[in-house]
């Protein structure tokens, strides 16, 4: 793991994505005093392997895990019920994505929610369906000055671009553009997703931002 800002940690990459052996996927956890929070799930790879307890380890010096905020389903593995087991972590989810989390992991999620708005953890939850029917982002707007948005796989940075891809295809992906068109009214310091062929996490500037999000959507087709 590593330290990216004083409140922000990235677990070690993995390459989960047999299909993709290059991409790199990632995990966050924000620390707090009210308990911290992971951002995805990590230990996906394979369970028991050294990084992965190594990387548990290490959560469970800097404090433990009291949330896991899932982007989609797609993060759901025997990983997370391992992590539910070991730090007593809350897993928080969409409700729409409730359903495959349980199937996926094992564990079903204690808080589901619909729509947008502030979880008790301070961290603002936004619904973006498209890549799943239950897609969502997360806002932190961190007391040490930046604001970050956890965009799960939604939206990622691929070779100087950024790209998004979605699996609720309805011809037009209309629920995708619009979820996009949501993001590029915020203004994130840092972009933090699942995965990438590259870094998953990237520092922008506004203007930045929402070519990003245009160059997502075109991606789209």
Not at 37 to 65: M, N, P, Q, S
Not at 95 to 105: G, H
Not at 120 to 135: D, F, L, R, Y
Request: aromatic share 8%; net charge negative; proline share 6%.
């Amino acid at each position: 793991m590593r330290e990216l800002f004083p409140d922000l940690w990235q677990t070690t990459s993995e390459h989960p994505m047999t299909a993709f052996p290059h991409s790199t996927s990632n995990a966050y956890l924000l620390l707090r005093e009210a308990g911290n929070v992971l951002f995805y799930c990590t230990g996906r790879e394979a369970i028991g392997e050294k990084h992965g307890e190594a990387d548990l380890d290490r959560i469970a010096d800097l404090g433990g895990i009291a949330e896991v905020l899932l982007g989609h389903w797609h993060e759901a593995t025997p990983s997370l019920k391992r992590i539910k087991e070991r730090f007593g972590a809350r897993i928080v989810i969409h409700a729409r994505d409730a359903a495959p989390v349980e199937k996926e992991s094992g564990v079903a999620p204690d808080v589901t929610f619909w729509d947008r708005h502030v979880l008790p953890a301070g961290v603002e939850a936004i619904p973006t369906p498209g890549h799943t029917v239950g897609s969502a982002c997360y806002l932190y707007r961190s007391p040490h000055g930046r604001t970050y948005l956890f965009t799960g796989d939604t939206i990622w940075p691929a070779r100087g671009s950024w790209t998004s891809a979605t699996f609720e295809d309805d011809g037009k992906h209309s629920a995708h553009r619009a979820s996009l068109d949501l993001l590029a009214t915020l203004k994130p310091h840092v972009v933090l997703s699942t995965i990438s062929p590259d870094n998953t996490q990237a520092e922008v500037l506004p203007d930045e931002w929402e070519a990003a999000t245009a160059a997502a959507k075109a991606r789209l087709g």
